[in-house]
Each structure stands twice: as structure tokens, then as C-alpha cells.
């Protein structure tokens, strides 16, 4: 009875094994075919963003930003009309940059 119960474990095993590396082996060709069509496919979005400036634009400008939360720089947001607030930014940052710098 413990002869025939492993070998039953034992073929219940095999067969798990067999289905997971055939598994194993299509998600493999699944992900090379799609690694293969990638380039084409993020080229040809690109062309396309690229055909109109606004869509361009923004997008990029979009990346930049994302790139800039991401980092550790402080981001500082101006108005349009900058004037004597800018001014006094830029001040402000000098004199705490000069207080934090080693010496």
C-alpha cells in the first residue's frame, strides 16, 4: 500500500513538474515576442505624439516634471507675473543655502 501511495505521489509530482516548465517555457516565448514588438510599437506612439506640438509639449513636459518629483530637489511653483516675489525667492534660498553650506 506505501509502494503503490508513492508512486502515485511521485507520478502526481512528475506531472507537475512536466506542466510547469511547459508553462514556464510559453510565458518565455510569450515575453521574447513581446520584447521583439516593442521597439516597433514605442516608435510608431512617438511618431505619432510627435505630429502634434500641443500633444508633444505636454507630454514632455509631463516626463520632466515626473522626473523632478522623483528626484530630491525642492520644486518651487512662480506665478507668471514674477516680479518682487521672485526676487525675494531667489534671496531666501541664497541665504539658507549659505547657512547649510559646510565650512
Not at 517555457?25 to 511618431?47: C, D, H, M, S, Y
Request: aromatic share 4%; glycine share 6%.
Amino acid at each position: 500500500m506505501r509502494q503503490v501511495t508513492s508512486a502515485i505521489k511521485q507520478a502526481g509530482a512528475n506531472q507537475v513538474s512536466i506542466i510547469a516548465s511547459s508553462a514556464d517555457r510559453q510565458a518565455a516565448i510569450e515575453f521574447a515576442k513581446a520584447a521583439a514588438i516593442r521597439p516597433g510599437l514605442v516608435g510608431k506612439t512617438w511618431r505619432q505624439i510627435v505630429q502634434d506640438p500641443e500633444v508633444a509639449q505636454a507630454l514632455f513636459q509631463i516626463l520632466e516634471n515626473q522626473k523632478s518629483l522623483a528626484g530630491q530637489a525642492k520644486l518651487v511653483l512662480l506665478p507668471e507675473s514674477k516680479g518682487v516675489f521672485a526676487q525675494w525667492l531667489a534671496a531666501a534660498q541664497s541665504r539658507e543655502d549659505t547657512q547649510t553650506a559646510p565650512g
